[in-house]
């Protein structure tokens, strides 16, 4: 059998020999020295160690000869430092003796670890317990390069974590992890540690090894790469760029302090532990210089720059029946314990490692390296679900609001088809009201015009009398005379035919002509119609400004308004000594800032008790000439279409004063017209 190199504190290409007493009588020898005197650890040299060297010392020349000679009777040449412990397709375990044709032969792949490393001595042991349980001739171990493509058809796989992690996809199930001395939990033991010279002043943080060169055992490494990759990951920095180049060393560390000290590195990758195990054996790497590391993160107090991850694992691939993982995991765990408490455990927690890979989008996350559909689903996934959501909500609201939309679209339409029947009802009543109102102020103007057809009919027959006896009398009249009398008659004639006309056009609904009208013309006209005509022993005085108050209104309209009026107040002053009856013309500025005309018609009747002042402000349908209050709603009326109004107010001791209040025609109105 080939003898197979310790590793950890053995120098490299040291076979192991059939003698493990002699094997160990070294090693402890060795190990005084180096703890003894190597700076990095600090291990108290105790008295039993003292006492333990001292004892072996006479023998040590003999035991020197022996390591030296033993090359030359060992089975296979010794391994060449340089060289890696294991070639890749190297069978390291084939079938020997007789096969059981009913068990099929169980094929382990051994991933081709870096150098040097104290869990060699693991490899060995689990073979040789793999052969004892399965059969030597149905058992076969071989080399391979920890690439997940290459796996084949392999039943069995020692090898990282990181190996283990990436055929997560592929079905692998892990059986044991390795724990050791240095590393008791199989969950927390392998790391990285970014290492450069310590005379390299430039690179003190992390953040300084930007942009240099580094060199580790290989793209592919897990311990000796990928977890410095995702260290570098996790501090937000790009993996793939962080580095200017990376010089793979072959899957050997030492090389690595080769490259540094010699300048063609700036930053070598290792793994946890490294340092340590080359102080331990002796060797000097007080140039050396660690960089970030995190304190109090390995058990044994190993210097790291990373978190820790699983220690090396055997995991079985879905060609392994149920029966052959159950036995392979029974001989894993019962396999003694080796240099180092070197033995087999159970990891519990891998997810660290797909974190890992996931950061550095290597393994099972390569796919994140390009984009497609996968890599965009990972990475937006909440965005799309958030995007879908809400398009669905929008899509439920847009549907519930065209939904209500509809239904108050409907209500709407109801709405308006019932205001449109309450309109057209309202229209109807309305029109009806219009027309009782005009046959009600047609009746209340036939009961003013009857008393106004009075006036000039008795004014006709009044002049016609009198003509009459100057022409009875053998008097000859003058000419100037009777054509007075006879323009007389015409004018009350002519008055006559208007108010009958202006009743026709009010019982037709025509609207009434409106013109530029002088108000103070009217008032002297109106005061002077009825003072010629006679109709009470009280003469009307009037007084009227030099200004001239225009309104836009009916001439006619306001006259009789104003005759109305005034007649009211003449019959109030009918059983009044001294009566008096006066018009007064005057303006006032409104709340609008519009100048008003004001008539005020006031007389010294009777005081008004409270229920006759409060008639005067009802609509009356009587047809009564005598009495207050007859016509006062044509004159209200007429007042309020032009925008006006009708008030009363008590006078004291005694009467009542009537205020017609008319808007004025303003500059612009008037401008319009013209």
């Known amino acids: ?13 040291m076979p192991r020999h059939r003698d493990r007493c002699l094997e160990a009588c070294f090693r402890k020898c060795l190990c005084i020295q180096t703890f003894e005197s190597h700076p990095l650890l600090s291990i108290e040299f105790n008295q039993r160690s003292l006492f333990l060297f001292n004892a072996v010392k006479p023998l040590l020349p003999s035991l020197v000869l022996s390591i030296l000679i033993a090359p030359a009777f060992s089975e296979t040449p010794s391994t060449s430092p340089s060289s890696p412990p294991y070639v890749i397709g190297e069978e390291i375990a084939s079938p020997e003796g007789p096969v059981d044709a009913a068990r099929p032969v169980v094929k382990l792949l051994v991933t081709q670890f870096a150098k040097p490393n104290i869990h060699y ?20 171990a071989r080399v391979y390069s920890g690439e997940t493509r290459d796996i084949g058809d392999a039943d069995l796989v020692l090898s990282s974590a990181g190996t283990y992690g990436r055929m997560l996809g592929g079905g692998a199930r892990d059986l044991a992890t390795v724990v050791s001395s240095f590393a008791p939990d199989p969950n927390h033991a392998e790391g990285a540690l970014f290492i450069t010279l310590r005379k390299r002043a430039d690179i003190d943080k992390f953040e300084d090894m930007k942009g240099k060169k580094a060199t580790a055992t290989g793209p592919n490494a897990f311990a000796g790469w990928h977890i410095a990759l995702g260290e570098i990951a996790s501090r937000s920095f790009n993996p793939d760029r962080f580095f200017s180049d990376l010089i793979p060393s072959g899957h050997d560390m030492t090389r690595e302090l080769d490259l540094l000290r010699s300048g063609a590195a700036d930053i070598a990758v290792v793994r946890t532990c490294f340092l340590e195990e080359l102080a331990n054996a002796g060797e000097d790497v007080s140039d050396i ?7 109090g993160i390995h058990p044994a107090g190993c210097l790291s720059s990373t978190r820790l991850y699983p220690n090396w694992t055997i995991f079985a691939t879905p060609r392994l029946s149920a029966q052959n993982a159950r036995l392979a995991t029974q001989a894993l765990l019962s396999m003694p ?4 408490d070197l033995s087999w455990g159970i990891a519990s927690d891998f997810s660290s490692v797909d974190s890992l890979y996931r950061a550095i989008r290597r393994g099972p996350y390569e796919y994140l390296r390009s984009w497609t559909w996968r890599r965009f689903w990972d990475e937006y996934k909440t965005y799309v679900l958030l995007l879908f959501f809400s398009i669905a909500g929008l899509a439920a609201h847009a549907a519930r609001s065209s939904y209500l939309v509809r239904l108050r679209t409907a209500e709407l339409k109801n709405a308006l088809r019932r205001e449109q029947e309450s309109e057209k009802k309202a229209r109807i009543a309305s029109e009806r009201m219009e027309t009782l109102r005009r046959a009600g102020a047609v009746g209340q103007m036939s009961s003013i015009i009857a008393h106004e057809l009075r006036q000039p009919l008795s004014a006709i027959v009044s002049y016609s009398q009198g003509l009459q006896r100057m022409l009875d009398t053998d008097v000859r009249a003058p000419a100037d005379v009777l054509l007075e009398g006879i323009s007389s008659i015409r004018s009350q004639a002519e008055r006559a035919e208007d108010i009958v006309g202006k009743v026709r056009s009010y019982a037709k609904g025509e609207a009434p002509a409106r013109v530029r009208t002088d108000l103070g013309q009217l008032c002297k006209k109106a005061v002077r119609t009825l003072n010629d005509a006679r109709i009470s022993p009280v003469e009307v005085s009037i007084a009227a400004p030099a200004d001239t108050y225009f309104i836009h209104a009916d001439p006619m309209e306001i006259e009789l308004a104003i005759q109305n009026l005034l ?3 003449l019959q109030a002053v009918a059983n009044t000594a001294n009566g008096e009856v006066s018009l007064i013309l005057d303006s006032c500025e409104g709340a609008d800032d519009r100048r008003r005309a004001v008539i005020s018609i006031s007389d010294n009747g009777p005081l008004q008790n409270d229920e006759s002042f409060e008639k005067l402000n009802s609509i009356l349908t009587s047809s009564k000439i005598e009495g207050l209050g007859l016509g006062l709603a044509i004159v209200r009326t007429i007042a309020e279409n032009l925008g006006g109004r009708l008030k009363f107010a008590r006078r004291r001791p005694n009467g009542l004063t009537a205020l017609l209040i008319l808007p004025l025609q303003t500059e612009e109105k008037r401008s319009h017209e013209s």
């Open 567 to 569: 007649r009211n107040a």
């Open 337 to 340: 314990s080796g240099p180092h």
């Open 1 to 13: 059998m080939r003898s197979q190199p310790t590793g950890g504190f053995f120098p490299e290409g």
């Open 121 to 140: 001595p693991v490899v060995e042991d689990t073979i040789e317990i793999f052969r004892k349980t399965f059969g030597r001739g149905n058992f076969s």
């Open 289 to 295: 210089k660690p960089i970030a590391v995190k304190p």
